[in-house]
């Protein structure tokens, strides 16, 4: 089976413009969840979506947005961004039930904001 | 206020010689439990996981990890570091329906 896909890989922004990151999970996964990695808060949870509804969210301003399809891929988008919103987003499936906790981990997209 | 604490921010032992990691948590209630391996400019890798039962718990790569409630902890082990586990280890706990990770412990291997 192919693991966790994101895209795109790396992306750099400039601060105040939006952005969309990609993620297609594991054939068969229902929930896919999204965090931030920065070296200085490590990782945090930013939301869940299971069968196109958000599930959960974190501790994140509006700026930051997800979405699921039918087909369970997601998209998160950041808008207005800012320099502190440079970090390694990644994006984890997993079967959504009984083993919502079970998560596999896409490799990332590295985005920097200048 | 609940946590996942890792002691160890870095940890360096040799080749062939054994290896503990710890976590440590402070939930109330016995949580699902993970550990997970993050290669640099790599995404998480699940290495084991820990939900009810036995409560010492096989994962990939040959390593173990064993829970105690008295301690409320999950230590990470392996009896013979590779270097190839060269890496950085994040203990994971389930509370409010998300996983929360501990800061991580990065392992270096020496030769």
């Known amino acids: 089976k192919a693991g966790v896909t994101q895209t795109p890989r790396y992306l750099i922004k400039t601060r105040g413009q939006q952005v969309t990151l990609s993620c297609s999970p594991i054939s068969g996964h229902r929930s896919v969840s999204w965090y931030q990695q920065t070296p200085g808060q490590g990782l945090q949870f930013l939301f869940e979506y299971f069968s196109e509804t958000q599930r959960n969210k974190g501790n994140f301003p509006g700026r930051f947005s997800g979405r699921q399809f039918s087909n369970s891929r997601s998209e998160m988008n950041v808008s207005t961004l800012e320099l502190g919103d440079s970090a390694l987003y990644l994006c984890a499936s997993s079967l959504g039930q009984p083993n919502r906790y079970e998560q596999y981990f896409g490799p990332g997209t590295r985005l920097t904001v200048t | ?111």
Request: aromatic share 14%; glycine share 10%.
């Open chain 2, 1 to 111: 206020a609940q946590s996942v604490t890792q002691p160890d921010i870095h940890i360096t032992v040799s080749e062939g010689a054994s290896l503990e990691l710890r976590c440590n948590y402070s939930y109330g209630a016995t949580p699902y439990l993970f550990w997970y391996v993050q290669s640099p400019g790599q995404g998480l890798q699940l290495l084991l996981k820990y939900f009810s039962g036995d409560t010492l718990v096989q994962g990939i790569k040959g390593f173990e990890a064993e829970f105690k409630r008295s301690q409320s902890s999950f230590n990470l082990r392996k009896p013979s570091v590779h270097w190839s586990d060269a890496a950085e280890y994040f203990c994971a706990v389930e509370y409010g329906n998300k996983l929360v990770f501990g800061a991580g412990t990065i392992l270096r291997v020496k030769s």
